[in-house]
């Protein structure tokens, strides 16, 4: 569905870059986010912040241009988180320590955006916060402060009133009856927010939402729908009519009905679907996207890093959470492979609660080893997000985009493990500008005199 979307975290972006000197990347191996074949020899022009040029590396540098042969290396669109929290981390110290402040948790966001340059990744999708931190950083970010991964945010997550209210305290806009949906929607674009994002039902790790004290078939598929029909419809209405698109929590397959039949732009979760799939295949039909978060349910099932079902899980969540987690992990490689037989377009987004290591990598290897391919599996992290998102300009390598590109020594399709070493990504640029990458990074042992 076509509305013309308000994108407040393209304002909020960083600053342009200083005045610098066109870059020919050239000689390099392009994987440009599509399904297109990956070609060898490639050139690309970056001017102004944007791609002015795709092309082949014999075409030549204009003049004045900075020329960075990429020979050995791959070059490929800045990668998009599509489903995390924006949400600082603050280690527990221990007994006795000095409490921690309200502030701290935003610098520790903070650090964690800076982090996601460093693996390639430009651009994230906040799904849910406590209070300002994901705000404040993007203004901090827009004042120049320091560079990180480009935010975008629900706000509050739009919810009836329901047990996740209470475990999730602070970050959900609880809210009962059409009216009171709608101002809720109001609030968050009054905050700030990118998108809209509703609990359709409940939630895999609410021991009172995820169906586990009910009699079922011992899953959470049949979960009923949270919010009522009319109070999802008001939500899409009123994102819509403002020009803001809506993000789905869709666990079990009401849920997901709803979101696909209100014609909200992703699901997330999603795990049942391939029970049902002409749902599949409706969402193929009408661009809804599955954003598949198989990191959140690896945690809940005590699989920490773990790829595959083969490892000894560790307690993380109540028992019967750990089950349905562990079930969730089996349904869910069902219905990724059920969704790209049926051309679901596909996101990529762990909902990686601890955001390690740039929280990208991991998620992609997990969609890899559940049985999507590689290429795949990264097209669903540039072209295949920014399509979901409404980011336009970001997620291929093509003339006229924003210039968010990644280099990586080596090829990340023929080796996605490669996501997951820092040292790999050669650089990192965001608008244009040179922001992470092992060739800027200058180690003690560099500083030495040579001989
Ligand atoms: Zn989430």
């Known amino acids: 569905m076509d509305i013309e979307i308000q994108l407040p975290a393209l304002l909020f972006a960083a600053p342009p870059a200083a005045e610098q000197p066109p870059l020919w990347l050239t000689n390099a191996r392009l994987f440009d986010g599509t399904r297109a074949p990956v070609r060898d020899h490639v050139g690309v ?7 002015t040029r795709v092309g082949a590396a014999g075409d030549g540098a204009p003049d004045g241009s ?16 599509g489903h995390m929290h924006g949400v600082g981390q603050v280690p527990d110290p221990g007994f006795g320590a000095q409490p921690t402040l309200p502030g701290t948790a935003s610098h520790l966001l903070g650090a964690k955006l800076r982090e996601f340059l460093q693996y390639g990744v430009t651009t994230v999708r906040d799904m849910g916060t406590y209070g300002d931190q994901v705000m404040e950083n993007r203004q901090a970010m827009r004042f120049g402060a320091y560079r990180g991964a480009r935010v975008l945010t629900c706000g509050l997550i739009i919810s009836g009133t329901a047990p996740g209210g209470l475990v999730f305290e602070g970050m959900y806009r609880e809210a009962d009856g059409p009216d009171e949906v709608r101002k809720g929607v109001r609030e968050q674009i009054r905050r700030g927010a990118d998108f809209i994002k509703i609990m359709t039902d409940g939630a895999r790790s609410v021991e009172l939402e995820s169906g586990v004290c009910r009699h079922s078939d011992g899953s959470a598929a049949s979960l009923p729908n949270q919010l009522t029909y009319d ?21 079990g397959l009401a849920g997901c009905e709803a979101a696909i039949d209100l014609w909200m732009q992703t699901v997330e979760h999603g795990f049942y679907l391939h029970r049902r799939p002409e749902l599949l295949d409706r969402m193929a039909e009408r661009d809804v996207a599955l954003v598949p978060t198989f990191s959140s349910s690896y945690v809940f099932a005590g699989r920490d890093l773990d790829v595959g079902l083969d490892g000894d899980p560790q307690r993380y969540c109540t028992p019967e959470l750990d089950a349905v987690a562990n079930a969730n992990i089996r349904e869910l490689e069902k219905t990724l492979q059920a969704a790209q037989a049926a051309g679901t377009l596909l996101v990529m987004g762990g909902d990686d609660l601890e955001l390690r290591r740039g929280g990208v990598w991991i998620e992609v290897q997990r969609l890899v080893h559940h049985g999507l391919p590689a290429h795949d599996a990264l097209v669903a992290a540039t ?61 003690v042992a560099d500083l030495g005199i040579a001989g």
């Open 45 to 51: 022009l970056v001017d102004g912040g944007r791609i």
């Open 383 to 443: 072209s295949g997000a920014a399509r979901a998102l409404g980011l336009d300009e970001l997620g291929q390598v093509k003339t006229g985009n924003i210039a968010d590109l990644a280099v990586v020594d080596g090829d990340p399709i023929a080796n996605p493990e490669l996501l997951g070493d820092r040292g790999r990504f050669w650089l990192v640029l965001q608008g244009g500008s040179a922001v992470a990458g092992s060739a800027l990074e200058v180690g």
């Open 66 to 81: 900075v020329v960075i042969d990429l020979a050995g290396k791959t070059l490929m669109p800045g990668l998009i988180n």
């Open 231 to 251: 109070e999802m419809t008001v939500a899409v209405e009123e994102a819509r009519r403002m020009g803001y698109r809506v993000a789905a929590h869709a666990e």
